[in-house]
């Protein structure tokens, strides 16, 4: 079979076109194809309505390699993606008779009959082999579709993205033999310096196709994305880094991480290998912060803990004497509740955020514009002022907890061991 | 003008396709369509490519009365959409006085020289209105497009979600006047009921197309939703009405709420109706419980804080004696973190997640198989225990965090004074 260069996304599915749904099936697979290397030129949205799928899967594959459906795979009337592959292969879904033992014996397994209109889960058709579904009751089908001496592949995943991912990465994409060897990213991931800013920094970096070099606004930063494609991975990589070594000169410090790097795990690792510990005291991000701390693999054996309490309540609940707000700034008041908490949790760093008055409350940010975040328990507590404008809340408290994060990470950066 | 009554959808950015960003923007202007009983039959994703992104709104100016283009507004050489609409025209792009001034005193506002390139933001043709950009440096496009006694609609918006809805909501909507008044929708939330089960229960109402009945599986639940469409929108909603009265009647206490309830809102509203409040204590379920009580509106004048700790440790911080875990079972333990909570943040009921061991840590859960949910404060307190399957440690917390709500909101709804 030739290679396969070109794929096509089409998502299935009515509650996508109503909009109750986001689409993150497709990004999924879109990141995927990228990484193999396979330019994806379209991806598309069909309800559940089986012409306009016949339709949209007949144009797909007149123009594409390999085209990807997920969803309409359930037991339903309305869950029409085999109908649809049928009709457009000329082919009669039969039911397959290892599929339907393999699906009653996953309703016995969870002590439930069958319903008989799941049975359509079993159907295939000549040109299809299943790919299974460990997580769910929707095997995918891999079709191989040959016109002339032209060979196209469609692969029907299913709508839950816990399945899709599953069977995706488990049974569909060893399946396709993708190579991925010719195509080399790298993302460069900075702060302090704004999209626009950054676009006059790097000027004609920006134009050029092979290596191309692209820029993307995001919660933590800006990033800056290589991409390079040669004959081999290591070409790619070869052609990728005079580039890559530009980027570093001209960003410098702006840089804090790269590729898969999040804020949360560098702390918590960085942590972790130092034998330190972190806890947390914060008022307006609403136990953003925590959360996300908490979130990192392992985060518990450097992050001992949080309490989630607005300003001088949080001081009675850390065991720390209230102090009477007018004698203190906002700076300090922040660096009172960090040490509070790295008191209260014994750990080495206190990382807190405060605001005043009801605006340091959670839920009650929308007109917040002055936060204080600190950082004590180093050599010197670290302190940043952020001003914040109106918006909604929840967008507020992921820069409030961004910006502490980038204090905490670029502190542990400047405080590296020597030896490091 | 005839009214409008398909759309179609292109999200236009290689970013879309190289599966960088999910196309947010797209399922927002599908759920606004949808509202206003516009019919969307297709959504599309493009790169930043001339030929493809032409090719993309010629079929779709075939097909549908109106066309939403989002994002390639930019100013740079890969922001593609004002050259695809002219080329699609048959028009040249002039650069706009009026929007020209608009543009250099945006830039100057800021102390900022405009970048010669950001001059393409100012084109205009003769076939388009430009749509105001508060938030950002890139007008729309309301583009009227007439073929014979056709004329079909061209809406261009910028790609930064802040800036799309604001300039839809305040700029675009407006001037296309969709009615909106021929559809009704109604979402039931359920809880304790699988989507499986569902389908048995509801059987042929799910076959019905108008008014049509759909289930959606959710982090809170299912959703079971019904649509109706008629000439008016009094007319749709009576349609549905014996429906949605034998969907009622059907599941019965298995709803939870409706429409654009969510949990945390529904706790944080009664409680503070009843001039009641909530302290919560959690380990396994890392903060994302105190996030999400936190962040409904208002929250934190019936939501008095939390505790991010586990086990025995939460218990020292929260001045509690720690007890020999193995005297305790595991909803006894839930429950002393519960009303430790209640203590140390003075609060009527404590919400408290618990598990075993290292299970009981964030961040450490991957393996949890048995989760400890206590509500106390109340005539008695409540317990859950709860099974999570090994699974990635965020769908985890978030199953936690959900039950722990649900268990709240059951013991509020039983509770209600009688007189409501």
Redesign the interface.
Same mark, same amino acid.
């Given at each position: 079979m030739q290679p396969i260069r070109t794929a096509e996304i089409i998502s299935v599915g009515?509650?996508?076109?109503?909009?109750?749904?986001?689409?993150?099936n497709?990004?999924?697979?879109?990141?995927?194809?990228?990484t193999a290397g396979i330019d994806?030129?379209?991806?598309?949205?069909?309800?559940d309505?089986l012409e306009?799928l016949k339709l949209a899967l007949s144009g797909a594959l007149e123009r594409s390699d390999l085209v990807l459906l997920t969803g309409g795979l359930g037991?339903?009337?309305?869950d029409l993606t085999r109908e649809a592959i049928a009709a457009v292969m000329g082919e009669t879904p039969e039911i397959d008779a290892e599929l339907e033992a393999w699906l009653r014996g996953r309703f016995s397994s969870l002590g439930r009959e069958m319903?008989e209109?799941?049975l359509k889960q079993a159907w295939l058709i000549p040109s299809a082999e299943a790919l299974p579904n460990p997580g769910g009751t929707a095997p995918g089908w891999l079709v191989t579709h040959t016109a002339g001496d032209r060979t196209r592949l469609i692969v029907a995943l299913p709508g839950?993205p816990?399945e899709l991912y599953a069977m995706w990465r488990d049974h569909a994409l060893p399946r396709l033999q993708l190579s991925g060897s010719d195509l080399y990213r790298l993302t460069l991931k900075t702060t302090g310096i704004g999209e626009?800013h950054l676009?006059?920094l790097l000027g004609d970096l $920006?134009?050029e196709a092979n290596p191309s070099v =692209?820029t993307? /606004?995001r919660a933590d930063g800006v990033h800056v994305?290589v991409a390079a494609k040669d004959d081999s991975r290591a070409r790619a990589e070869n052609r990728a880094q005079p580039v890559v070594a530009r980027l570093r000169s001209l960003l410098g410090d702006h840089v804090w991480g790269s590729d898969e790097d999040e804020l949360n795990e560098l702390i918590?690792s960085t942590l972790r290998q130092r034998g330190l510990t972190l806890a947390s005291a914060e008022g307006p991000s609403?136990? $953003?912060l925590?959360?996300t701390?908490?979130? =990192?693999?392992? /985060?518990?054996s450097a992050?001992?803990?949080?309490?989630?309490?607005?300003a001088a309540?949080?001081m009675g609940?850390l065991?720390m004497p209230r102090p009477a707000e007018q004698g203190h700034s906002g700076e300090e008041l922040a660096g009172l509740m960090a040490d509070a908490a790295r008191e209260?949790?014994t750990a080495d760093f206190g990382l807190a955020t405060f605001a005043w008055g009801r605006a340091g409350?959670?839920?009650?940010q929308a007109g917040v514009s002055e936060v204080f975040i600190a950082l004590t328990g180093g050599t010197t507590p670290t302190f940043r002022r952020l001003e914040i404008p109106a918006?909604d809340?929840?967008w507020q408290?992921e820069r409030m907890t961004v910006a502490a994060l980038h204090l905490t990470w670029a502190y542990l950066r400047r405080s590296a061991p020597a030896e490091q």
């Open positions: 009515t509650e996508l076109l109503l909009g109750e749904t986001v689409d993150t497709s990004a999924f697979l879109a990141a995927e194809l990228a994806t030129y379209w991806a598309l949205r069909v309800g309505n306009r037991p339903t009337d309305d319903p209109r799941n839950p816990r626009s676009a006059d $920006l134009n =692209a993307y /606004a994305r918590a609403g136990g $953003l925590m959360e701390l908490a979130a =990192a693999p392992d /985060a518990l992050y001992r803990g949080g309490v989630l309490a607005w309540q949080a609940i065991g209260t949790f409350r959670p839920g009650e918006s809340a929840a408290r």
